[in-house]
Nanobody, 124 residues
Framework: QVQMVESGGGLVQSGGSLRLSCEAS????????VGWFRQATGKEYEFVAY????????EYADSVKGRFTIARDNAKNTVYLLMSSLKPEDTAIYSC?????????????????WGQGTQVTVSS
């Protein structure tokens, strides 16, 4: 059974930092690219960041570029999202997703496995 479990969310003040983790079980995460998405209340899923199978390529949404960093540790079957200079508009449920094949990385429907998400709340 494939599981992807996010952790590290919480409440943080504006300007603060958080590190989200996404740990996979039931799959070898090195065989997958991984994306992070977020969904604010009443809004659609929004692409946040992507990392390729080996970690050699990354992509970021313009809204987080320069503030967020995606990284992976294939030995730990884990992908991270390092978030800094957080803003209230970053408040959302953050979910990781695994992508097996080459596909548009910003499209949620392209991903094969999803975690349940972790809540990030940024207070002003």
């Amino acid at each position: 059974q494939v599981q992807m479990v996010e952790s590290g969310g919480g409440l943080v003040q504006s300007g603060g930092s958080l590190r989200l983790s996404c740990e996979a079980s039931g799959i070898k995460l090195s065989a997958y690219a991984v994306g992070w998405f977020r969904q604010a209340t009443g809004k659609e899923y929004e692409f946040v960041a992507y990392i390729s199978w080996t970690g050699g390529a990354t992509e970021y949404a313009d809204s987080v570029k320069g503030r967020f960093t995606i990284a992976r540790d294939n030995a730990k079957n884990t992908v991270y999202l390092l978030m800094s200079s957080l803003k209230p508009e970053d408040t959302a449920i953050y979910s990781c997703a695994a992508l097996m094949r080459r596909a548009p990385v910003i499209t949620p429907a392209a991903y094969d496995y999803w975690g349940q998400g972790t809540q990030v709340t940024v207070s002003s």
